[in-house]
Structures are given as C-alpha cells and as structure tokens.
C-alpha cells in the first residue's frame, strides 16, 4: 500500500502543471485517496498488475484513477466501500466495455441465489452500482463513445427490469395465482405475462447516466388468475406486480436505488390504472390519443416481460403515431409544443440547464422528432428510436443539409457529453451548471477544457447554433410581401364580402385576364355545396388557404392557368386539408406548384389525383435533381425494408408512390429546362427498372413461400430461373412521362420437374403464376392507381400464346414461326430484370437470331409492307390540298416520323449484323444510328440528320403529353426534318419518289 500511495501521490503532482489539474481538482482527488487509504489501510491489488515486481501500477492506469475520481464523488466512494470493486476494474481494464454486452447472463447469475424481496432490492442496487463505476470510468476517460455511454446504460436498465420482473412474476404467481387470459372466442386461455415499455430515452437506448425510466405496463388479455383460492382479474394481478416492480427498483435504502421510475406517460396519466391490457391501450389511444403523447410514442420500445407480445402491440399502435401519408396536420400541434417549450426557456433560471434550456438537449430532440412525426409514416426509415440514427437518416434523405447534421450531431454530443459529466459527480439527476467553482473546475477537466469559461464558450457556441436550427423548424407561417396590400382585399373576396363587381375588378387589377373562367370557378368552389360538409377545421384552413393561393396566383407568369390548374387539387382534398397546410407554411412551395401546373397540365393533374405527391415540394432541391440509378434502387430498398414481407398491399403503395414521386421529378426538371431529352428518358427508364426488379423479387418470394422453389431441366434450383425483358420504348431506353411497358417474359423451368415445398406445383404451373402476380402487382387499381400498364402482346404467338415461355420454346418459336416484324421487335429487347445467367443465354440468343444471313428482298418488302399497314391505320389521313390531314403532322406514324426512323434502324440491324456484329450491341435508334455510322453503312449527313429527327420529333411527343396534347405538329414547323427522314427512307428502301 506504501508503494501505491507514493505512485499516487508522484502520478497526481506530475500529470502535468497546474494549467492541465487544477489545484481545485488535485485537492477532490487527494481527499478521496486519503479516504480510501483510512478506511481500506491493508488493500492490495492482484499481483497479475504488477507483471514487472516493482509495485508500480501501471501510469496509464492510474491516470484513468485519477480522472475518474477527479469526476464523480459517487464512483471514488463505491471504491472506498467495496475496494475489490477497483481491483476487478484494474484487472478486467481492457474488457471493460465488453461488459455492455453481457448484463442480463451477469444480473442472472447474481440473482440466483436471492430468495427474498428484500435480497432482490439489495442484490440490484450492488449490481447496479459496481456497473455504475465501471460505466462512469470509461465514460469520464473517454474510453468510449457517448453513444456507448448511453447504449450501455440502457442495457443496463432492460437487465434490472426484466430480471426483477421475472423474479417478482414468479412470487407473485405463487401468492396470488397465475393470470389467464385469451382474445380468440372458444379459445382456452392461457398464461399472461406483463409487458414493460420503456418511454423516453430508455426506449431510445440512449439513458444519461443518472437517469430516471419512463415506463409503462400492460398485459395481452382480460382474464382472472388461477391456481389459489382467491381469484382476482388479470388486472388487479397485473398492478399488485407493478407496484412492487417499482418499489425494488426506485425505494431508497442504505445501497441507494436500481432507477428512480416515472409512470407519468401512461394513459391518463398519473390518474389512470398502473397497468391496462392490449386492448385497453389500442382504445385509449385511437379514441383519446392527444399530440404529445404521439411524441412520446416515437421512442416507445419493449424493454421487459413478453417481448413478443408487446412488440405486436407497438405495431398495433404505430398507425396512432406515425400516420400513413405525410402528416402536415401535426404540424400545428408542434408549432404549440415549441411555443410550450420555448415559454419554459424563458422563465428564470434555465438559461443554466443544458436540457432545458436555450439551445439545450430538448430542442435538438424537438427538431429530430418532429420531422419524424410529419414524415415518419411514409419514409419508414424514419420509424426509428435513436436521436442520432434518425439524423443520420435525415441526412442521408436531404431533409438536412451536411452542415445543418454536423452541427446538431455536434452540438447533441457536447450536450450529453456535459450532462454525464454533470450527472457523474454525485450520481444525482440533474443538468443545470454547478454554481461553486470546485464543481465547476472538476467538470471543466471531464470535458477536456482548460477552465471554465472555455467550457462556457464552447457550450456557447453549440447553444447558438441549436437555437438557429429550433427557429427555423416547424417555423411561424412565412409571408410574402408580393402585394401585401391586397392581401386582406383576397380574404374578403375568399369570404364573400365583396360584389360580384368588385370581385372581378380586383382580379383584372391583378393580372387576371380569363375572369370569365377563373372567377367563376372559384365561386362555384367557394359558394358550391361541397364546402358546406367540411369540417370546421378544414374551413378554416381553406379560409387561410384561398387568398394565399390568389395572392400568389397574381404573382405569377399566368394567373389563370395557375388558379385554374390548383383549383382540382383543393377540389380532390377538401375532406384531406392537412395537406393544405404544407402550402400554407411553404409559400414557395405553392410558388414552384404553380410554375410546374402552369408549364404541364399533366402535371396538374398528376397531383390531383394523388396529392400525396406534395411531399415532393417540400425539397425543391430534390424536386428538381433526379436521383442515378443506385441511389433510385438503393431508396426503393430502404422504403420496402420497412414493409413486412407478407404485407402486400403496402408494397403495392410504396411502389406506386415512388414511381409517382420519381416521374414527377423527372417531368418537374424537363419543363423547368434542367434536363435534356436523353436523360429524361434514362430516369424514366431506371424507374421502370428498379420497380420491375423489385416487383420480381416481391412476386418471387410470395410464390416460393407457398410452393417451394422450381427445378430446370437437370433438377437444379432455379434461383429464380426467370427473366423480365423489355421491348418497344422500355428496351429502347425512351421510355417517356405517359409510357407503358412492352414485356414478355422467359423461364428455364424444367418440364414436368415439381417445386420443393409442401404445396408443390410443377415449374411451368408455377412460372405462370409468377408472371401473373407480377402482372397483378404492376396493374391492379389501388388508391393510388396503377403502376404500369403492362403490354404482353409481343411474346410468341401474341395474346394467343403463353403468359411465361421457356427459353427453349423461345428460341424455337423465333427460329421457325416469327413473323419480320417480330424480329424487328427483338432489335430493341433487352432483359430488364431477373437471373443473371438466364439473360446471358437471352442474349446470346437474341444475337444469333438476329444476325443471321437472310433474303435482302423478302426482308425490305416485309418491312415495307408493315410500315404501309402502321400508316394506313395509325396516321393521319390526307386531304386534297395537302398529303396529310389539314397541314397536321403525326410526329410517330405519318411518313418522315419517328417509326420510320425506328423501322431504318431495325432493318439495318437485320440486313446488315450478319457482317456487323457490333449493330447487336445496342437497343436504342440514337446509338444504333452513331453504330452504323461507325462502319461505314451510314453517311456522316444522314447519321446526324436521322439523329436530330429523332430527338426533335421525341422532345415535342414528350412535351405535348406534358400538355396532355396529341402528338400532331403543323407540318410546315418539321417538314425540313421530315423531308429529310423521306429521302433517306426512299435511298434505304429503294423507293421511288411518286
């Protein structure tokens, strides 16, 4: 003990000058030392930390000591009490924060011995507190991360509840009976457990050190108890457990306490019953639920008892806190919690209290959470507990930006950092500022600061930049001062307090010109009978609403197009104004609405229809940048990740919405000018990519589950056997906004060769149901509509053919029964989605069809022929004064258009990829077209003028669906470039000009 108390004393002095250890800090430590020597004088330690003889503790080691007695009188005097704690720390030092790991195998092997309550109360509190040390030293040295800190914490509260629960379970079955109970008529009951859920930051694994537990117990079924002679309701079992699971973890006793319990967030309050069944809880919330306790949800986790059971009733409860679309109708809730908070910020003394306080703990928690209430039931990722997690998420998703996440993150482990070191002192629950200077230099040094007042500045620092990001969320309604004057003039036109006259002279005044038609439209909404059955507070939304939306209407390039294109919109949610609100509080949101509905009616209606589709404008970032590929397949992913497996219906939702949410951005950056033709067309592509990958894999799995996976041939496992591939636009790659899919679909299944689970079908029986669910998945009308129309017609044998066809019957088919056109289609085919190894053999296939040798003549006419038949059917007809219908050109299908372009490239790839195999590399026209311009087979000229036909005649098609237009164009506007196609043609095909 001599020896380690000159160690000590040497190590304490020579840390370093008094700048790095104050003198305050040195005198906390060296009185604790005293202690410890009075009252442990024939303490030694294991010779196992003396590997050199010389009774020298190891320096680092006895830093680590002195640092964490610098910080926490709690820690030094559980020490000084139970001196063979400080041994096993030093022993087991590098282990030490493996120990997180293993609390609940550790507590268990504790209690095995206890045979009463009051062992149990004892045996927790030792526990607890020798962990307490363990988990306060590396916290103070630094050893591990807050995060960790916190995680372990956690672990160590889900240990003491359950293990107490369980011991205080089986005593109270043997003194008061088993509870029983079922929720399923003629069903026998069976044994109740209770279910514990951990509120707060115990739900969100992330407990500060000296935390209390928010916690709340409930239980499966109604019943009564059996096996004693007094029978007494599942209930009352069920609170008599309660009680006494919170007296052996919060009453005070000579070994302190486990963890102080708050029951406080339980239905009603602390007025309500201590424990409610599932069915109690699922009432309460859906008929009683308020704001806040939606709040409180997002954090709620089984922490103890039948965790099964009670993670069933989490999913029973999660429509009540995270609604199914974006939930702007909490936004105003949350606008009153930051005011509540905000008040409480200013009353006196909290400017000194890190959580509470001005750009404390409470506010970071406040922005992280409401973004998960207003989004959290459509972006499933943000379903998560963890404060940090979910920022991550949030920046991942640019609801953040990289600043805005490293400041919050930065800011959010400071704050906790302090409060542990706060906490640490006297394991005491508090977070204001010490106010003695002892205090405040022992904090300072846990924190890493040279004094005080740089503690104070960094802390500073963080507060401001918290306070800025809390200002700028769920931020007061935005004004404009676009003809701010005239705003109370639209209000009292929206309310009906004006003449008509007056009316429609204030609309001509501000830039309306169709008053007629606008005017009129909006009385008929304003005075019609639909607004009379809304709810009160959708009137008064839509009060709010109607002389923004003018005000910003007459701001615009259009005031007429703008209302009379927004006007369906507010028509389609006059029961669903909630998302009304996100306009109200985005004004430039509204703004970029209405630019996009002015540039597209298409658009227009697009979000009348599916409104849900707002959530789009609250990123105009994003709205205007659409995602590559990866990042397309890689968030379909994550949303799909968050969906049960079996739960179809959703997955259906989700891939509907993302497809309507993509789309719309991609259109969103086409008539804004940010993207040109060719990448609109490959976002449009790589949606129908990433959706068709995924409905396979969906249609795959629900399939294997029910009947196994089928064989090929030679009995192998096809896994899956099966390819998706794309013809017409999809395999073009010129997909456009309106566009559906040209599919057919190939197999490798084995004939007569069965699945391999139970209900076993054979492979053939079973490819065609894949192909039919996936057809189902694609084309069923849901809420949100339909996700493709699907067209299979171009598979052998047209609609008279098989839904699904082997490889084999494929090639077999191509080979002696297609017809010109058919292999015509197969120039643009390539597989979409499905097994790799498959669609090499489609490829090679589809090359070794195409390239082969075949009559020049016989192959002009028939696609000659076929162009004839296309333009007699599908073009517009002539009339005596022009070769067309009244001077109108159909960009597609008259002569010069876009299929005779598509029809050159095709029977150039087919004449000519016998000597040119490279021509089979490619399934769009543009490439094809720069292809046979590489060998030689197209001039220079011609190349280039097919191309800028091409893309010209594509950008108008796409631009009239925009405009929801036909694709017809006055002649004389494309005739240079369609003379230009004819020519060409005519040389191509050998025909003469009449």
Request: glycine content about 6%.
């Amino acid at each position: 003990m001599e020896s380690l108390k000159a160690q000590f004393s040497q190590q304490l002095t020579a840390s370093g000058s008094p700048e790095i250890i104050p003198e305050e800090v040195r005198n906390v430590v060296t009185a604790h030392w005293q202690q410890f020597v009075d009252i442990n004088p024939s303490f030694t330690l294991p010779d196992s930390l003396f590997p050199d003889k010389n009774d020298q503790l190891s320096p680092k080691l006895m830093d680590e000591l002195i640092h964490c007695w610098a910080g926490s009188d709690f820690a030094a005097q559980q020490c000084i009490r139970h001196p063979e704690w400080l041994s096993s720390l030093l022993e087991n030092h590098d282990k030490l924060p493996d120990f997180a790991q293993t609390h609940p195998e550790r507590l268990q092997k504790v209690l095995e011995t206890v045979e009463n309550e009051q062992n149990l109360i004892k045996a927790l509190r030792l526990y607890r507190n020798q962990e307490m040390l363990r988990i306060i030293w590396l916290d103070l040295n630094r050893r591990v991360s807050m995060q960790e800190t916190t995680a372990d914490m956690s672990a160590l509260a889900d240990a003491c509840i359950d293990s107490a629960l369980n011991w205080l379970y089986q005593d109270c079955c043997q003194t008061m009976g088993t509870p029983y109970g079922t929720n399923i008529p003629d069903e026998e009951p069976v044994p109740q457990k209770m279910v514990v859920l951990g509120m707060g930051k115990l739900g969100a694994k992330d407990l500060n050190l000296s935390s209390d537990i928010d916690l709340m117990f409930t239980y499966p079924c109604q019943g009564e108890t059996r096996g004693c002679k007094k029978v007494i309701t599942n209930q009352e079992f069920f609170i008599r457990l309660g009680q006494r699971l919170i007296k052996v973890l919060d009453c005070q006793s000579a070994d302190g306490f486990v963890f102080r319990v708050d029951m406080r967030l339980r239905p009603y309050g602390s007025s309500g019953a201590l424990a409610m069944s599932f069915a109690a809880m699922e009432q309460y919330y859906q008929d009683q639920g308020r704001d806040w306790e939606r709040y409180a949800m997002l954090k709620a986790r089984v922490v103890a008892g039948n965790i099964l059971a009670g993670q069933l009733l989490l999913s029973q409860l999660r429509p009540f806190v995270y609604r199914r679309y974006i939930d702007f109708g909490s936004i105003s809730a949350l606008r009153e919690m930051k005011q509540l908070i905000r008040r409480e910020v200013k009353r006196k003394g909290m400017e000194s209290n890190i959580k509470l306080g001005p750009g404390g703990i409470r506010e970071i928690e406040f922005i992280i959470q409401s973004f998960q209430l207003i989004h959290g039931g459509r972006d499933r990722s943000l379903q998560e507990r963890n404060l940090l997690s979910v920022l991550s998420t949030l920046l991942d998703k640019h609801y953040f930006s990289p600043d805005e996440a490293s400041e919050l993150k930065a800011a959010y482990i400071f704050l906790r950092n302090l409060e542990h070191a706060i906490q640490a002192i006297a394991d005491r629950q508090t977070q204001d500022l010490p106010k003695s200077s002892e205090t405040q230099a022992r904090v300072a040094f846990s924190m890493g600061q040279k004094d005080w007042s740089e503690l104070l500045s960094t802390l500073e620092e963080h507060r401001q930049h918290v306070t800025t990001h809390f200002d700028a969320v769920i931020a007061d309604p935005e004004t404009t001062n676009t003809k701010e004057s005239h705003s109370d003039q639209w209000e009292a036109l929206w309310l009906g307090q004006l003449s008509e006259e007056e009316e429609q002279q204030l609309m001509v005044q501000q830039g309306f010109k169709d008053i007629d038609a606008s005017w009129k439209r909006l009385v008929s909404l304003r005075d019609g009978k639909a607004i009379t059955r809304v709810r009160r507070q959708s009137r008064d939304r839509l009060d709010k609403f109607i002389p923004l939306l003018l005000r910003v209407a007459a701001s615009s390039t259009e005031p007429d197009t703008f209302l009379l294109r927004i006007l369906p919109l507010i028509e389609a949610v006059l029961r669903r104004t909630a998302y009304l609100v996100l306009l109200i509080e985005n004004p430039a949101a509204l703004e970029h609405l209405g630019k996009l509905c002015i540039a597209s009616p298409w658009i227009a209606e697009q979000i009348a229809r599916f409104p849900a589709l707002l959530d789009e404008f609250l990123n105009l970032g994003d709205l205007y940048n659409p995602p590559e590929k990866e990042a397309l397949a890689d968030e379909l992913r994550q949303q799909l990740a968050h969906i049960p497996e079996d739960d179809l219906e959703n997955q259906m939702e989700v891939l509907r919405h993302f497809k309507m949410a993509h789309v719309l951005r991609v259109t969103a950056a086409q008539v804004s000018g940010t993207l040109p033709l060719m990448k609109e067309s490959d976002y449009l592509t790589w949606i129908a990519e990433v959706i068709l990958d995924s409905v396979l894999a969906i249609a795959w799995r629900n399939l294997i589950e029910k009947h196994g996976m089928p064989q090929d041939t030679d009995g192998n496992l096809c896994d899956p056997g099966f390819i998706i591939v794309g013809y017409g636009k999809l395999g073009g790659i010129e997909l456009g906004p309106g566009s559906d899919l040209d599919l057919v679909f190939i197999h490798n299944g084995g004939t007569n060769k069965e699945t391999n689970g139970p209900r076993a079908i054979d492979s053939t029986t079973f490819y065609t149901r894949l192909g039919q669910r996936i057809i189902h998945i694609l084309t069923t009308q849901t809420p949100s509509g339909i996700l493709y129309d699907a067209d299979m017609r171009l598979r052998p044998s047209g609609s008279k053919g098989l839904l699904v066809n082997s490889l084999t019957y494929f090639e077999k088919y191509q080979k002696e029964d297609a017809w010109t056109w058919e292999h015509q289609a197969l120039v643009r085919a390539r597989v979409i989605a499905g097994d790799p190894k498959l669609a090499q053999k489609f490829e090679s296939l589809r090359s070794d069809i195409l390239k082969q040798e075949r009559d020049i003549k016989k192959l002009r006419d028939d696609v000659v022929d076929m162009r004839q038949k296309m333009r007699e059917h599908l073009g517009t007809r002539p009339t005596a004064t022009s070769s067309n219908s009244g001077g109108v050109f159909h960009l597609k299908h008259d002569p010069g258009g876009i299929v005779d372009i598509e029809f050159l490239m095709q029977f150039a790839v087919l004449r000519y990829s016998s000597q040119h195999p490279s021509l089979l590399k490619w399934t769009d026209n543009v490439r094809i077209s720069e292809e046979l311009e590489t060998v030689g087979l197209l001039s220079k000229d011609d190349a280039y003028q097919l191309r800028e036909a091409y893309k010209t005649f594509r950008l108008c098609i796409h631009q009239k669906a925009l405009q929801n237009e036909d694709p017809l164009a006055e002649e004389a506007v494309a005739e240079s470039l369609r003379q230009n196609v004819i020519s060409i043609w005519d040389g191509c095909m050998d025909v003469e000009e009449s």
